[in-house]
């Protein structure tokens, strides 16, 4: 009986963590089955070896070995890494024990609570970051900066450089920056002479 209602605990934490607070905030439904996946299949595999044996400290190391596991698939974000340990951890607290105990229920809600309030969109919603492939080679950072934070409508407030080839007048950046409430602005090229002369050509033509 305990054991059934600490399964009952676990997957209600990880419904919510997954259908309440990851997806509403992402959209990103291929990482649904994968969360719940992980979560369920620790939790049958802790379960079991909680009730052999072999001990807990096989287990923790079973959490060594699947918290290391990279998926070379697809790019996953921090964030995102950061869900794959909360449903690792939600199903070892709910799978470890062999009865139900205060403590686990409590971690068990800190880690929603903590990624409920660490994930929030209002949690320093205005600072962004991108990774941009800019049509100049800029060797100025100064130069680079005011250009970004033209672009962006925003203050930069930090940038990397990744690359600047200046064969294909190509720079790759990281920028960091803060919106401040204007919209980003595309800057205009200065028109050339000869295109100039061309279009007050054409007006005159109209005139006449």
């Given at each position: 009986?305990?054991?059934?209602?600490?399964?009952?605990?676990?997957?209600?934490?990880?419904?919510?963590?997954?259908?309440?607070?990851?997806?509403?905030?992402?959209?990103?439904?291929?990482?649904?089955?994968?969360?719940?996946?992980v979560?369920?299949?620790?939790?049958?595999?802790?379960?079991?070896?909680?009730s052999s044996?072999?001990?807990?400290?096989?287990?923790?190391?079973?959490?060594?070995?699947?918290?290391?596991?990279?998926?070379?698939?697809?790019?996953?974000?921090?964030?995102?890494?950061?869900?794959?340990?909360?449903?690792?951890?939600?199903?070892?607290?709910?799978?470890?024990?062999?009865?139900?105990?205060?403590?686990?229920?409590?971690?068990?809600?800190?880690?929603?609570a903590?990624?409920?309030?660490?994930?929030?969109?209002?949690?320093?919603?205005?600072?962004?970051q991108?990774?941009?492939?800019?049509?100049?080679?800029?060797?100025?950072?100064?130069?680079?900066?005011?250009h970004?934070e033209?672009?962006l409508?925003?203050?930069?407030?930090?940038?990397?450089?990744?690359?600047?080839?200046?064969?294909?007048?190509?720079?790759?950046?990281?920028?960091?920056?803060?919106?401040?409430?204007?919209?980003?602005?595309?800057?205009?090229?200065?028109?050339?002479?000869?295109?100039?002369?061309?279009?007050?050509?054409?007006?005159?033509?109209?005139?006449?």
């Amino acid at each position: 009986m305990d054991q059934t209602l600490l399964v009952v605990a676990d997957l209600a934490a990880i419904s919510v963590l997954t259908f309440a607070v990851y997806f509403p905030r992402h959209h990103r439904r291929d990482l649904i089955a994968a969360f719940l996946g992980v979560n369920v299949g620790v939790l049958a595999v802790a379960m079991t070896l909680s009730s052999s044996s072999v001990g807990i400290g096989l287990g923790m190391g079973l959490f060594g070995v699947l918290s290391i596991i990279r998926l070379r698939s697809d790019e996953i974000a921090q964030h995102e890494i950061a869900y794959y340990f909360s449903a690792l951890a939600l199903g070892l607290l709910a799978g470890l024990p062999e009865q139900v105990n205060v403590l686990s229920a409590l971690l068990m809600a800190l880690i929603v609570a903590t990624m409920y309030v660490g994930d929030h969109p209002r949690l320093f919603g205005r600072y962004r970051q991108r990774s941009l492939r800019l049509d100049a080679a800029y060797t100025d950072e100064d130069a680079l900066r005011a250009h970004l934070e033209v672009l962006l409508g925003g203050r930069v407030v930090n940038l990397s450089v990744r690359s600047v080839d200046l064969v294909n007048d190509m720079t790759l950046v990281d920028v960091r920056y803060l919106v401040t409430g204007e919209g980003p602005r595309t800057p205009r090229a200065p028109r050339a002479p000869r295109e100039v002369g061309v279009q007050a050509e054409r007006e005159q033509g109209v005139r006449a």
